[in-house]
């Protein structure tokens, strides 16, 4: 229920800065409470919609319980293949990279993350699996300057979320709504029920 003119404000105000051309793809993540940070830096940076990509783990359970959780703000996508996850995004024309250390992967900040992006985030244990990394279309790194190895995944989501909105603002494509007024609009109305 609409509460306020404010709240009303707030939501078209966060609307017109959905980014529908940046993406994460949370592959076979186990712990939900990783999920829900990842959702929430999604949120932060502007992402309109998350892939869940789950061929070994269970979907996680994610609650909308508090008001203040993002997982209420972001729409999800539910995946059993590499395959016609990857399928799909491509034929959305999103540039799927693949995070991992090491291997042939570029640096992160040396990819222009402009272009509709999606980030391939993989287990906490396991990494992003090796079909996910052949069905990228490249593979990147975050820099490491110490003696560990890699990030929790929720951070290294938000490095590489925060990187793409880095280049975004720079570049200027939050200055004007990404989406088509049409679906403002629908988004609007979904909003204003939550």
């Known amino acids: 229920m609409i509460r306020s003119a404010r709240r009303l404000e707030k939501i078209r105000r ?80 999103f540039t799927v990279l693949a995070t991992r250390c090491g291997g042939n992967a570029r640096p992160l900040y040396e990819v222009d993350l402009t272009l509709r992006t999606a980030f391939v985030l993989g287990n906490e244990h396991r990494g992003v699996s090796e079909e996910a990394l052949s069905a990228a279309d490249a593979q990147v790194e975050i820099p490491m300057m110490g003696m560990i190895e890699s990030l929790n995944v929720s951070v290294a989501a938000a490095v590489c979320l925060y990187e793409a ?26 909003w204003i029920e939550r």
Request: hydrophobic share 40%; with cysteine; net charge positive.
């Open 14 to 93: 966060v609307l017109a800065r959905r980014q529908p051309g940046l993406t994460v793809v949370l592959e076979n993540i186990h712990d939900p409470h990783n999920v829900s940070a990842v959702l929430r830096t999604c949120d932060a940076v502007g992402v309109l919609q998350a892939e869940l990509l789950y061929t070994v783990e269970r979907f996680p359970r994610i609650g909308k319980k508090s008001s203040s959780s993002a997982n209420k703000w972001i729409e999800r996508r539910k995946h059993t293949s590499v395959e016609s996850c990857v399928g799909l995004l491509k034929s959305e024309g």
């Open 165 to 190: 909105l880095r280049q975004r603002l720079a570049a200027g494509m939050l200055a004007a709504p990404q989406l088509a007024e049409e679906d403002l609009r629908s988004l609007e109305e979904a």
